[in-house]
């Protein structure tokens, strides 16, 4: 949603159907070797933090797509929340697609990027 208002969109693309197929990420990267070498306390710390601002970073979202939203609708955009069963349709359809974009990267690469949808 902020992208569609922030960005503009929603004046040339007047209805928005919310799939719910996109999870934006911001990355937390560090040198592995770095990494081993830091005491187990730092190590816990910053793992701690980083859990702690993601789930900060989660909430802003949620509160920036609510005021984004009723934004979009003060505009005059039309809305379309996706049921379970026609997200489910939807997914089916893009089933092909995404198994082979997934094969395209490193399994453990993908297992990381389950598991942070998992928690979600």
């Not at 005491?39 to 980083?50: F, G, H, L, M, Y």
């Not at 996706?82 to 453990?108: G, I, P, Y």
Request: glycine fraction near 4%; include cysteine.
């Amino acid at each position: 949603m902020t992208n569609i208002y922030n960005f503009g969109l929603h004046k040339t693309h007047r209805c928005i159907t919310l799939s719910r197929h996109l999870l934006g990420v911001a990355l937390v990267l560090f040198r592995t070797e770095s990494v081993e070498g830091w005491p187990d306390e730092t190590r816990s710390a910053v793992e701690k933090a980083v859990a702690e601002a993601t789930r900060a970073q989660r909430r802003f979202a949620e509160e920036d797509d609510d005021i984004c939203r009723r934004a979009l609708v003060q505009d005059g955009v039309e809305i379309i929340d996706l049921s379970d069963a026609e997200r489910a349709r939807f997914a089916a359809v893009c089933r092909q697609e995404v198994d082979t974009t997934r094969k395209a990267f490193d399994a453990e690469l993908i297992s990381l990027f389950d598991k942070e949808l998992d928690a979600a």
